[in-house]
């Protein structure tokens, strides 16, 4: 990601980066005191970047629901950094609701396949966080306040990409694990085996063990079309350097 993004594309940048973040629910009754309780959760993102989680009604965090659904999610982006504090990190505040979304559930497990081990336990549901506003720290001095709305993606017309991202990840995953790996490697990232776990309008999403990397589109794509012309554009360039 430029330095140069707007703040709210940083935001999206870091959302859509996170494998985990830090939940704060509210814990207590309405009579008596109410402490804040935060909790690691695995994320993934819908297409235009509502973050979505699988969560057990056992847990403290899901128990905390019934009484307030209104929570802040931290996702942060300052792995590997010398001084943590220089880097991104983005708090999202919105109402957490359970959802029985297909997109939901698809996009959560090609990000988390080890999820899909639990994922039909009686006791599990997943749930998708409406957000209002985020709060972004892009280092010393860099505060923004954001509606959700500036840093949502839109989707309105990319419904065909929206529709294929099973086959776009069936595809790569299948016939261009190198490519990948050099798109990755030109992008900063680790040496792994990386494959793609996301395809939106505005970018992909790859992951190589517990390291996850969003790959931004140089424009936003509307059709199956257009994704095949950007990821060929990313291998040629990604080979190129």
């Given amino acids: ?37 935060a909790s690691l959760v ?7 970047g509502r973050p979505v989680m699988l969560l057990s009604t056992l847990a403290e965090h899901t128990k905390n629901l019934s009484s307030s659904r209104q929570i802040s999610l931290l996702c942060d982006g300052t792995a590997g950094l010398r001084s943590p504090l220089t880097g991104p990190r983005v708090t999202v505040q919105g109402e957490l609701l359970a959802s029985d979304s297909t997109a939901a559930r698809a996009r959560f497990l090609a990000r988390h396949h080890d999820a899909g081990q639990y994922a039909d336990f009686g006791d599990f549901q997943f749930y998708v966080l409406e957000p209002t506003r985020v709060h972004l720290v892009a280092g010393f001095g860099a505060i923004h306040w954001i509606y959700w709305a500036e840093v949502s993606t839109p989707i309105h017309d990319a419904g065909e990409v929206i529709e294929g991202e099973a086959s776009i990840l069936d595809h790569m995953n299948a016939d261009h694990r190198d490519a990948m790996t050099q ?22 999403d790859l992951r190589s063990g517990g390291r996850a990397l969003r790959v931004p589109f140089a424009h936003p794509l509307r059709s199956l079309d257009d994704v095949r012309a950007e990821l060929v554009r990313l291998t040629r360039d990604a080979r190129g350097s």
Wanted: hydrophobic share 45%; aromatic share 4%.
């Fill in 1 to 37: 990601m430029s330095d140069q993004a707007s703040p709210a594309l940083a935001a999206n940048h870091v959302i859509r980066g996170a494998l985990t973040a830090s939940l704060a629910t509210m814990q207590g009754s309405g009579d008596g005191d109410r402490i804040p309780y």
């Fill in 42 to 48: 695995l994320i993934a993102t819908m297409p235009d």
């Fill in 183 to 204: 798109i990755a490697a030109a992008a900063g990232a680790p040496a792994g085996d990386w494959i793609m776990t996301g395809c939106d309008p505005a970018g992909c």
